[in-house]
C-alpha cells in the first residue's frame, strides 16, 4: 500500500476507505479534546463559585491572658456590667451548687450578686489553653485572696470563649473550690 503512495499510484479501495477512517477519527477526537477542555473549565468555575463552601474565617488570635485579665480586674473594681460585657449574649455561667445561668440579664443579676458579696481580691492562673477557628476554651486555678492577703479561697475553672464579630468573647465557665488547705500546706 504504501509503494502505491510513495510513487503517486492512485489509492486502492481499502486504502482509501482507511485514509477517510482516519481522517475522521482525527476529527472526532479534536472534537472529544476541545469537549472535555470545556467541561473542565466549567467545573473549575463551577468549584471556586461553589455556594456550598464553607466561609473563610479571618484568623483573630486568641488572648486567653488579655481576657483573664480583663475579667479578673473588672471583678476586682466590682463592675457587674463590664463583666457581663464580657460574655456572649447567650452565654452562661455554672456557679458550684446552684442552677446554671443563662442569657445576657441571668448573667448580669449573677455577676451583681457575685461582686456584691464578695470580699479581697480574685486571683486566676491559666493552666491549659487552646483555639480552633472561632471556638478557644481553658482551664486553671483561682485563689481569693483576704484583705491581709491570705487565702480565703482556692480551685479550679474551665471557660469557653466564642469569636463574635472579631472579638473573642466569653461563652461559659464552671468553677468550684477545692477543700481548705491544712494549717501545714499554706
Not at 1 to 9: A, H, N, P, Q
Not at 39 to 68: I, Q, Y
Not at 137 to 146: Q, Y
Amino acid at each position: 500500500m504504501s509503494w502505491s503512495v510513495m510513487l503517486g499510484e492512485p489509492y486502492s479501495e481499502l486504502e482509501e476507505e482507511m485514509r477517510l477512517d482516519r481522517n475522521m477519527c482525527g476529527g472526532v477526537l479534536a472534537v472529544v479534546v476541545l469537549l472535555l477542555a470545556s467541561c473542565t473549565a466549567g467545573d473549575v468555575t463551577e468549584s471556586t463559585t461553589d455556594e456550598t463552601a464553607p466561609p473563610v474565617v479571618a484568623e483573630v488570635a486568641f488572648d486567653h491572658a488579655a481576657l483573664m485579665g480583663n475579667f479578673v480586674r473588672e471583678f476586682n473594681a466590682d463592675n457587674p456590667e463590664a463583666l457581663a460585657n464580657l460574655f456572649t449574649d447567650d452565654g452562661c455561667r455554672m456557679p458550684p451548687n446552684q442552677p446554671i445561668v443563662e442569657g445576657r440579664a441571668m448573667l448580669l443579676a449573677q455577676l451583681e450578686a457575685a461582686t456584691s458579696m464578695t470580699t479581697g481580691e480574685l486571683k486566676l492562673t491559666l493552666t491549659s489553653s487552646e483555639s480552633s477557628g472561632e471556638l478557644a476554651h481553658g482551664t486553671g486555678t483561682f485563689e481569693r485572696l483576704a484583705a491581709d492577703g491570705s487565702t480565703m479561697e482556692f480551685g479550679k475553672w474551665m471557660g469557653t470563649y466564642k469569636l463574635v464579630d472579631g472579638v473573642w468573647k466569653m461563652h461559659c465557665d464552671i468553677w468550684n473550690a477545692n477543700p481548705p488547705r491544712s494549717d501545714d500546706s499554706q
